[in-house]
């Protein structure tokens, strides 16, 4: 894995251009540390540039870009990748062609040269998490392509000069471009269309697709068993990221019992090292402790404070280039530093199952099956923005690598067209006469083998918990408590000034968006951030699932009270629309008694009335104070000008007007 840049028709000199794209490069050092090297054509508008971090072939043969001399021009790639079954590929579809090195990320270039092409087919035999930049100096082509879940980050952009832009991550690009966005997962782009084709298509991803094929318990651990034991391939030192949970806790233990047998892994006959963190005391400590016990690993136990992630916010975001996750990403940041430190390079985790059987506690809300299964293909579509954005990078950060089996392809194909009806929560319901249907039931049942036990039966039937709470319910408490202390009363009442777009609905998220746009200041930049409430990492399309989440954002699985074990004393913080109800009211009264005293100028005071008014009307919907906030406005309306009157508009009603209807504008 590593970091990778990518330029098509960059203007300018060849030396200055390369000076640029160094420094550019070196944004993303800390993706590859081990080496880096830039190639640029000779007329310097063409470039690739790679940061290294070796894994697979460790020696100077796997270092990239790649290069295929040939007489009618070269070919020059970079890869971002673990391309599992690259052997496959080679023994399939290169039969005979020598490639001098055992890279996995050396087979696009060669696949290119044999075909002539990397074809929407071809990407389809890949498996793996990859991103690939590649140029062909005979035809002037230029591709790039990306896995189809997006695992591996990749970022795309416009340069002033017209030049087309690629980056691992977006530090690289924001300078440099005038505009960018997200690269999405499973498309390629070739430069011989200009057209973004989505080459990942399986049955699945269409929202009117509800499958009904009965789970087969037998096929789906034997499934993930093998997604494990491919993500053991390495020629570096591997681990597993323990928090206790039943999604890491069965990577562990699956990777602990293939490891001795995986032919492609580096530490066969050594122990298997695991590794935790949290507050002092938490859920997830404990439970680590109780897994790595009963699987026999290597066990690895860190903690942290409050103060210290707090101290790591700034850095966090600049790394993970996001403002949501952060709760979860701090102690993953944490620990990442603390695992490289030890000369681990790879690690594996559980990010994915949550999303695939519907593990999150508003999960149990879900109204029908069709309903449960288009949040699932929701989910697993937009984890480039979420979970696997926070585990790729806050990773990556120290240079470690994060794999997901829960992610693979062939598993995702059986797991996702399992009928939604078998995911569905009923705690009611015991199927096997003992066990509550709880959130992922069917994953739990499949590892359920009293004769040679994956898990504790404590840790198999472990209720959900989210990362962010498991490693201490202090670390979010104590989160909010600082956000509350630095983000004043002042600051907190102008902050739809300070944010005009998507402004900010508790006073951690106003204090996680500043230090984010103190990085990346820019609107593309902006663009890339998910929006929208969430309860209990919901998308905002699950918020209508109850009544009662309406107008609410909070993360946290304790905000499904009814449902977490530990929700007693927890408070769902007001809506920020609630909570700006009695000011708008305020307001809308104030600029039509202006506008009353004033009638020659309410014309302009009306009209901003009325748009307020419109904007109100859609929102009021949803929130009863939005309701009883819409009379003032209504008054506004039926303000009568009085004929043949003229004045100036005064200060005070422009004033009022224009923020009743800016602020409205804003629901």
């Given at each position: 894995?590593?970091?990778?840049?990518?330029?098509?028709?960059?203007?300018?000199?060849?030396?200055?251009?390369?000076?640029?794209?160094?420094?550019?490069?070196?944004?993303?050092?800390?993706?590859?540390?081990?080496?880096?090297?830039?190639?640029?054509?000779?007329?310097?508008?063409?470039?690739?540039?790679?940061?290294?971090?070796?894994?697979?072939?460790?020696?100077?043969?796997?270092?990239?870009?790649?290069?295929?001399?040939?007489?009618?021009?070269?070919?020059?790639?970079?890869?971002?990748?673990?391309?599992?079954?690259?052997?496959?590929?080679?023994?399939?579809?290169?039969?005979?062609?020598?490639?001098?090195?055992?890279?996995?990320?050396?087979?696009?270039?060669?696949?290119?040269?044999?075909?002539?092409?990397?074809?929407?087919?071809?990407?389809?035999?890949?498996?793996?998490?990859?991103?690939?930049?590649?140029?062909?100096?005979?035809?002037?082509?230029?591709?790039?392509?990306?896995?189809?879940?997006?695992?591996?980050?990749?970022?795309?952009?416009?340069?002033?000069?017209?030049?087309?832009?690629?980056?691992?991550?977006?530090?690289?690009?924001?300078?440099?471009?005038?505009?960018?966005?997200?690269?999405?997962?499973?498309?390629?782009?070739?430069?011989?269309?200009?057209?973004?084709e989505r080459w990942y298509q399986p049955d699945w991803i269409n929202m009117d697709h509800i499958p009904d094929n009965k789970v087969d318990l037998v096929a789906l651990r034997e499934a993930f068993?093998?997604?494990?034991?491919?993500?053991?391939?390495?020629?570096?030192?591997?681990?597993?990221?323990?928090?206790?949970?039943?999604?890491?806790?069965?990577?562990?233990s699956v990777a602990m019992r293939h490891l001795q047998e995986a032919e492609n892994a580096f530490d066969r006959g050594q122990p298997l090292h695991t590794f935790s963190i949290g507050i002092k005391?938490?859920?997830?400590?404990?439970?680590?402790?109780?897994?790595?016990?009963?699987?026999?690993?290597?066990?690895?136990?860190?903690?942290?404070?409050?103060?210290?992630?707090?101290?790591?916010?700034?850095?966090?975001?600049?790394?993970?280039?996001?403002?949501?996750?952060?709760?979860?990403?701090?102690?993953?940041?944490?620990?990442?530093?603390?695992?490289?430190?030890?000369?681990?390079?790879?690690?594996?985790?559980?990010?994915?199952?949550?999303?695939?059987?519907?593990?999150?506690?508003?999960?149990?809300?879900?109204?029908?099956?069709?309903?449960?299964?288009?949040?699932?293909?929701?989910?697993?579509?937009?984890?480039?923005?979420?979970?696997?954005?926070?585990?790729?990078?806050?990773?990556?950060?120290?240079?470690?690598?994060?794999?997901?089996?829960?992610?693979?392809?062939?598993?995702?194909?059986?797991?996702?067209?399992?009928?939604?009806?078998?995911?569905?929560?009923?705690?009611?319901?015991?199927?096997?006469?003992?066990?509550?249907?709880?959130?992922?039931?069917?994953?739990?049942?499949?590892?359920?083998?009293?004769?040679?036990?994956?898990?504790?039966?404590?840790?198999?039937?472990?209720?959900?918990?989210?990362?962010?709470?498991?490693?201490?319910?202090?670390?979010?408490?104590?989160?909010?408590?600082?956000?509350?202390?630095?983000?004043?009363?002042?600051?907190?009442?102008?902050?739809?000034?300070?944010?005009?777009?998507?402004?900010?609905?508790?006073?951690?998220?106003?204090?996680?968006?500043?230090?984010?746009?103190?990085?990346?200041?820019?609107?593309?930049?902006?663009?890339?951030?998910?929006?929208?409430?969430?309860?209990?990492?919901?998308?905002?399309?699950?918020?209508?699932?109850?009544?009662?989440?309406?107008?609410?954002?909070?993360?946290?699985?304790?905000?499904?009270?009814?449902?977490?074990?530990?929700?007693?004393?927890?408070?769902?913080?007001?809506?920020?629309?609630?909570?700006?109800?009695?000011?708008?009211?305020?307001?809308?009264?104030?600029?039509?008694?202006?506008?009353?005293?004033?009638?020659?100028?309410?014309?302009?005071?009306?009209?901003?009335?009325?748009?307020?008014?419109?904007?109100?009307?859609?929102?009021?919907?949803?929130?009863?104070?939005?309701?009883?906030?819409?009379?003032?406005?209504?008054?506004?309306?039926?303000?009568?000008?009085?004929?043949?009157?003229?004045?100036?508009?005064?200060?005070?009603?422009?004033?009022?007007?224009?923020?009743?209807?800016?602020?409205?504008?804003?629901?």
């Amino acid at each position: 894995m590593c970091g990778i840049i990518g330029v098509l028709g960059m203007a300018g000199s060849h030396e200055a251009n390369r000076r640029q794209i160094l420094e550019l490069s070196k944004l993303l050092r800390h993706r590859g540390p081990d080496a880096n090297a830039v190639w640029g054509d000779d007329a310097g508008a063409t470039w690739i540039a790679h940061e290294r971090l070796t894994v697979v072939d460790v020696s100077d043969a796997g270092r990239q870009p790649f290069f295929i001399e040939r007489p009618e021009g070269r070919i020059i790639w970079a890869m971002n990748s673990e391309v599992y079954n690259h052997e496959h590929l080679k023994a399939k579809f290169l039969e005979g062609v020598q490639i001098p090195t055992k890279s996995d990320s050396a087979v696009p270039g060669y696949l290119y040269a044999k075909y002539g092409e990397i074809s929407n087919e071809m990407l389809n035999n890949f498996d793996g998490m990859y991103t690939c930049v590649l140029y062909d100096e005979a035809k002037k082509e230029f591709v790039a392509f990306r896995d189809p879940i997006g695992i591996c980050p990749l970022y795309w952009g416009r340069g002033a000069d017209g030049s087309v832009w690629f980056a691992s991550e977006m530090k690289a690009l924001q300078k440099h471009c005038t505009t960018f966005d997200i690269f999405p997962p499973g498309h390629v782009w070739r430069s011989s269309t200009g057209q973004l084709e989505r080459w990942y298509q399986p049955d699945w991803i269409n929202m009117d697709h509800i499958p009904d094929n009965k789970v087969d318990l037998v096929a789906l651990r034997e499934a993930f068993e093998a997604a494990v034991t491919k993500r053991l391939m390495s020629d570096v030192p591997l681990g597993v990221l323990l928090s206790g949970g039943l999604d890491s806790s069965l990577v562990a233990s699956v990777a602990m019992r293939h490891l001795q047998e995986a032919e492609n892994a580096f530490d066969r006959g050594q122990p298997l090292h695991t590794f935790s963190i949290g507050i002092k005391g938490s859920p997830d400590l404990v439970n680590a402790r109780k897994v790595a016990e009963f699987l026999g690993t290597r066990h690895h136990e860190f903690h942290f404070t409050v103060e210290e992630g707090i101290d790591a916010l700034k850095d966090l975001i600049w790394h993970i280039e996001s403002y949501e996750q952060v709760r979860a990403a701090v102690p993953m940041y944490l620990l990442a530093r603390r695992i490289k430190a030890m000369g681990i390079k790879v690690v594996l985790s559980g990010e994915g199952a949550d999303e695939v059987f519907g593990g999150y506690l508003y999960f149990h809300k879900a109204p029908n099956r069709e309903e449960f299964q288009k949040e699932l293909v929701r989910k697993v579509t937009r984890l480039h923005q979420w979970d696997v954005l926070r585990a790729n990078k806050s990773c990556f950060a120290f240079g470690l690598e994060a794999r997901v089996p829960f992610l693979d392809k062939a598993f995702l194909q059986l797991a996702m067209n399992i009928d939604p009806a078998e995911k569905m929560c009923d705690r009611e319901d015991k199927p096997d006469g003992v066990h509550p249907r709880s959130e992922k039931y069917i994953l739990r049942k499949a590892f359920d083998t009293p004769e040679r036990p994956f898990l504790p039966e404590s840790v198999l039937w472990r209720q959900k918990e989210q990362f962010s709470d498991g490693v201490g319910y202090d670390w979010v408490d104590g989160l909010k408590e600082y956000a509350n202390k630095v983000v004043t009363d002042e600051m907190w009442a102008d902050r739809f000034n300070r944010f005009p777009e998507h402004t900010p609905r508790t006073r951690e998220y106003y204090l996680l968006r500043s230090l984010f746009e103190q990085q990346y200041p820019s609107k593309s930049a902006l663009d890339t951030v998910p929006k929208g409430l969430s309860i209990a990492c919901s998308t905002p399309e699950a918020v209508s699932w109850d009544p009662s989440w309406a107008n609410t954002h909070e993360i946290s699985g304790r905000a499904i009270l009814d449902v977490h074990a530990s929700a007693d004393g927890f408070v769902v913080e007001k809506s920020v629309h609630e909570e700006l109800a009695a000011e708008v009211a305020a307001a809308a009264a104030a600029a039509t008694a202006a506008a009353s005293r004033t009638p020659a100028g309410a014309a302009r005071c009306v009209a901003a009335c009325r748009h307020a008014a419109g904007s109100l009307s859609s929102a009021a919907a949803v929130a009863a104070p939005l309701r009883r906030a819409a009379a003032p406005l209504a008054a506004a309306r039926r303000v009568v000008l009085p004929a043949n009157r003229t004045a100036m508009f005064t200060a005070a009603a422009r004033v009022r007007a224009a923020a009743v209807s800016g602020a409205l504008r804003r629901f």
